[in-house]
């Protein structure tokens, strides 16, 4: 029995729009911006702060001032109250929040390595939604960015996201053996959450398998 969903997705791909749908048509809970809220209400800092470190490594500089805090006394007293809200303090709490949604069941839960958290979970159904490069670049215009700030964010947002499960699961992004779905959000939000409403529909008729149990053919 499914008890989860995850929705990993690139940039710019409309996943939002498409996981509120998925969540609405089975009656269950929405982890998407409401994680990052509840990430930041836990660790005390703005929303904003969080949204630009989850998904993302501390830069260069960060990580090594904080090796340097770790290799003094007075740094070592100072370093978790100075590092509260770093990238690896948001992602351990991500992950804690992650697992507990996953634990509770009838979670949609959008993004931040979730996927990669629960890839272990014979009650999650990972699907990951991808689209064409000028098509995100298009959505994120509409949604009031500049056509050089959407071509710009359609690159980088995903090679940081690529860097994060790069360093902290050892693969590379998104790995397709990790998803029962992927999918081309082209084709429609809509369309996109009946297409994993059905698949869901499938899975609970036993019709289908988990990713690793798949056969590659031709």
């Known amino acids: 029995m499914i008890r989860v969903v995850t929705i990993e997705r690139e940039y710019g791909s409309g996943a939002a729009g498409i996981a509120q749908r998925v969540a609405v048509k089975l009656g269950w809970t929405l982890w998407d911006q409401s994680l990052t809220d509840e990430i930041a209400r836990r660790l005390e800092c703005q929303k904003a702060h969080v949204e630009r470190h989850e998904e993302r490594r501390d830069p260069l500089h960060y990580r090594l001032f904080k090796a340097f805090l770790r290799g003094s006394f007075e740094g070592s007293l100072n370093a978790p109250r100075m590092g509260i809200a770093d990238a690896e303090s948001i992602r351990q709490m991500t992950e804690r929040l992650v697992r507990g949604a996953a634990a509770d069941g009838q979670a949609v839960i959008v993004g931040r390595g979730s996927a990669y958290y629960l890839r272990d979970r014979p009650d999650a159904f990972h699907v990951f939604i991808y689209a064409p490069f000028e098509e995100k670049v298009s959505r994120l215009q509409q949604e009031g960015k500049s056509p050089d700030d959407a071509a710009e964010l359609a690159e980088t947002v995903d090679r940081d996201r690529s860097a994060f499960i790069k360093e902290h699961f050892g693969i590379e992004w998104p790995d397709r053996h990790v998803f029962h779905l992927m999918i081309n959000s082209t084709i429609g939000e809509e369309a996109a959450a009946e297409?994993?409403?059905?698949?869901?529909?499938?899975?609970?008729?036993?019709?289908?398998?988990?990713?690793?149990?798949?056969?590659?053919?031709?």
């Open 195 to 218: 297409i994993i409403d059905q698949a869901l529909a499938a899975v609970r008729n036993g019709q289908t398998s988990s990713p690793d149990d798949r056969s590659g053919g031709g």
